[in-house]
């Protein structure tokens, strides 16, 4: 048992980095660095030259630098699955019994092979904008299936670390808010970076404050979300502090980094309106919007597990 809570955690921390690179991938223009696949330029290790090009490849398609930085992603992507199959084979091996573990450690596994299927098809539409949103919102959903498993397999492991906990009624409904609140949240940001790149294509003299406002109600859709999302967390952060109820440490911690990380990307998606939308910043804006779906899944465990004898 303790083995596979180690897998699934390791698991966890290599799909993030998973997350991250693949952000990297997209904010650098490397995300079309290979052209087709699963080779690069016809090859299975890129070219490092024009002369190992196929006479088929236009040689101004070549870049080096994108080439293998998207190749390295897909690598890791390779490595990151062979973890999560060894999560699972371990899940079933030990956890049998536990329909929670198992339920969701096998779903985050089928979900990766899709999601593997989808970063294929991502190359033979060259990017296609929903084509993205699918590919990013598949991987929150498969990090909210590790995070889930993993702290189920805790309990199974340490007994009823909730057991003393007694949480506010409005508690449940709150959470799920604040996870849909951030899934529509982060669809809507996807959409406004497929439409910043595409008004950039066709208008590349114009300031990117600019091209903003050319998005029309996307972007305050985004804004009136975000401060929704802010108001949800104060209120939940509120009744987990309530005297009348007790809250174990794990739910106390998971809000107060809620918390944190909300007041963070605010300041950054502002940060991206009036100093230009820098890739870097975008970079960790979609990051830490990954992270708040894995502490806001974790929460929701968290409150699930204190209903439990």
Same mark, same amino acid.
């Given at each position: ?114 999601? /593997?299927?989808? /970063? ?6 060259? *990017? ?8 990013? *919102? ?55 970076? /497929? ?9 590349? *003299? ?62 950054? /998606? ?40």
């Amino acid at each position: 048992m303790k083995r596979y809570f180690q897998f699934s955690v390791l698991s966890m921390v290599f799909t993030y980095l998973l997350i991250f690179v693949g952000g990297l991938v997209r904010v650098s223009g490397a995300g079309m660095g290979c052209p087709d696949w699963p080779k690069c330029f016809g090859r299975w290790i890129p070219p490092t030259s024009l002369s190992q090009l196929p006479d088929y490849i236009d040689p101004e398609k070549f870049n080096i630098v994108l080439a293998w930085v998207e190749y390295l992603n897909r690598l890791f992507g390779a490595l990151v699955g062979l973890i999560i199959l060894i999560t699972f084979i371990l899940g079933y091996l030990h956890f049998k019994s536990s329909k929670k573990v198992l339920f969701s450690i096998s779903g985050a596994f089928f979900l990766t092979l899709l999601e /593997g299927w989808v /970063g294929a098809k991502l190359v033979d539409t060259v *990017l296609d904008p929903i084509t993205i949103t699918i590919h990013l *919102l598949l991987a929150l959903v498969i990090i909210g299936l590790i995070i889930y498993s993993s702290i189920q397999a805790y309990f199974a492991i340490v007994g009823n670390f909730e057991k003393d906990s007694k949480y506010h009624p409005h508690a449940k409904n709150v959470i799920l808010g604040i996870l849909i609140c951030l899934f529509t949240e982060i669809i809507i940001g996807t959409e406004i970076r /497929g439409g910043l790149d595409m008004s950039r294509k066709d208008n590349p *003299l114009i300031e990117g404050i600019i091209l903003l406002k050319m998005l029309g109600p996307f972007k305050y859709m985004h804004t009136i979300l975000g401060f929704s999302l802010l108001g949800l967390t104060l209120y939940l952060r509120k009744i987990i502090y309530d005297n009348k109820f007790k809250s174990s440490p794990f739910m106390v911690n998971s809000v107060n980094f809620i918390m944190v990380l909300i007041f963070t990307q605010i300041l950054l /998606g502002e940060a991206l309106v009036f100093f230009e939308v820098k890739p870097l910043m975008q970079l960790f804006h979609m990051w830490f919007s990954s992270l708040l779906i894995g502490l806001s899944v974790a929460t929701y465990t968290f409150w699930r597990i204190s209903l439990e004898p």
